[in-house]
């Protein structure tokens, strides 16, 4: 298990992008798996730093990655915590992608990667906690993906 807790700023970012490089290498998988799953994190952490925080000063931001089996299947679990305002990503509708990007409402698209990136997403939050996001990304049948 990985945890790293840091101001929730985007000087940050890379630190927290790190342990999803050290998981990866501890999985011994390949590029790809990789770079998918640092692209659905940063993703998150993204939204969380740049959104979270518009009411008061960025508080802690904490990511926890995991590897181990999940429902039966090799995986890494990643969770994001942090106490800004209450938010469920999952909640934010599919874009319309098949629109002009000029004719199309703002937003979402990283939510669409995060879904289309990762196996399972999860949300809760609570009052002691504040917001929790997870999400399982299956490991590949052959390491090299």
């Known amino acids: 298990m990985i945890e790293r807790a840091v101001p929730a700023t985007l000087p940050h970012l890379l630190e927290l992008l790190g342990g999803v490089d050290q998981i990866c290498g501890a999985a011994g998988v390949g590029e790809g798996f ?42 890494v679990r990643v969770e994001i915590q942090d106490r800004g305002l209450p938010f469920d990503p999952l909640t934010v509708p599919m874009p319309a992608i098949d629109v002009a990007a000029e004719d199309r409402l703002l937003g979402g698209l990283g939510v669409m990667l995060i879904r289309q990136l990762s196996d399972q997403q999860s949300y809760r939050h609570d009052a002691e906690h504040g917001n929790c996001l997870t999400i399982v990304k299956y490991l590949p049948a052959s390491k090299a993906d």
């Open 34 to 75: 990789r770079d998918e799953l640092r692209l659905v994190v940063e993703e998150a952490l993204v939204n969380v730093i740049k959104h979270g925080f518009t009411d008061r000063e960025p508080d802690c931001l904490r990511l926890t990655l995991t590897l181990a089996p999940w429902q039966g299947r090799p995986a």
